[in-house]
Every structure is written in C-alpha cells, then in structure tokens.
C-alpha cells in the first residue's frame, strides 16, 4: 500500500471499486489491451475523471503487489476526501484572504472557481495560475513576518516549499 492509497489489481476488482463509488485516483492499463472488460473500466475511469496510463506489462508487473493484474491496476483514495464546504467552513473565521492555484489533477476544483466560492464567503480571494505566482502574492500579502498557510496534497506542499525558497 502507497500513502494515502490503496492499490487495487485485476480486471472485477478495479471495476466494482468504480461501480461502488470508490475514488480512483489513477488507473493503469496494459497498452494494446482493448478486449471488452478494459473498455468497459476505461469508459468508467473517463465517467469519472480518473487519470489513465497506459504502460507496458513489465510496467504494471513493477506496480504489481499481488501478480495478478490482469492488464490493470488502479489506485484509490484510502480515505474519503472532505468536501469544500466543509474545508471553508473551518478555513473561514481565521482566514484574512486566500490565494488559490491551479490544480495539476483533473478532479480537482479549478482555481478560479474555488476563489469564487471564498469570495462568496466574504473572505478576499485571488486566482493564480501556478504555485509561484501564488506564494509571491501570498507572502507579499502577509508581509514581512507574516504567516502563509497553504493547504494542499503533499505533492503542493513540497511546490510551495520550493516556491518559497525561491522567494
């Protein structure tokens, strides 16, 4: 098991976590395989916005924890994620503005929309377009000893870090 993951190998398997509602984060597919349960779990991956890689065999035998695949893997959220109201509503009575950014994942909220809905809160709100434009305005926002307090997968993390140190 990955951080934050759960891996999920063989072809009824992956289908029944799409069909049960599970989050699937990323699903990994043999390349040239097109019979019809693969189709029939990419359709559902595309339904739901999951990113698909296609890979060699090789590839989804590295990824493999149980060796039996079946030309495809996928990976899951292990928990479930809270909702954005749910974060603004605790993010709200602290917070004196937000900066957001764009997502790199294709399920995430887009940044101009995620500032819209920070504005409709009452909460001053900026859209960026990547992780350094939004830490310059965030740190010249909170000005010299200020606090920034970014919130994000840990992938964002390590980007503001480095933004930050660029800085």
């Known amino acids: 098991m990955r951080y934050e ?3 999920i190998e063989g072809r009824n398997a992956v289908l029944e976590a799409f069909r049960s509602g599970k989050t699937i984060d990323k699903l990994f597919v043999q390349d040239g395989c097109k019979d019809g349960p693969i189709l029939i779990i990419t359709r559902e991956a595309r339904k739901h916005d999951t990113l698909i890689k296609y890979v060699t065999k ?3 035998d590295q990824l493999s924890e149980t060796g039996k695949h079946q030309g495809v893997i996928a990976y899951a959220a292990a ?3 809270a909702s954005v109201e749910d974060m603004l509503e605790l993010l709200s009575p602290i ?5 957001t950014v764009r997502p790199d994942s294709p ?3 887009g940044a101009e929309e ?3 809905q920070v504005r409709r809160r009452g909460i001053p709100a900026c859209a960026c377009e990547s992780v350094e434009e939004g830490m310059r305005i965030a740190a010249m926002a909170a000005g010299q000893g200020g606090a920034v307090c970014a919130l994000g997968s840990l992938y964002l993390a390590a980007d503001v870090r480095r933004a930050a140190e660029a800085l």
Do not use: G, Q
Request: without cysteine.
């Open 5 to 7: 993951e759960l891996t």
């Open 58 to 60: 090789e590839r989804l």
């Open 79 to 81: 928990y479930e994620y």
């Open 95 to 99: 917070a004196e503005a937000v900066v």
């Open 107 to 109: 399920r995430a909220m």
């Open 114 to 116: 995620l500032a819209a």
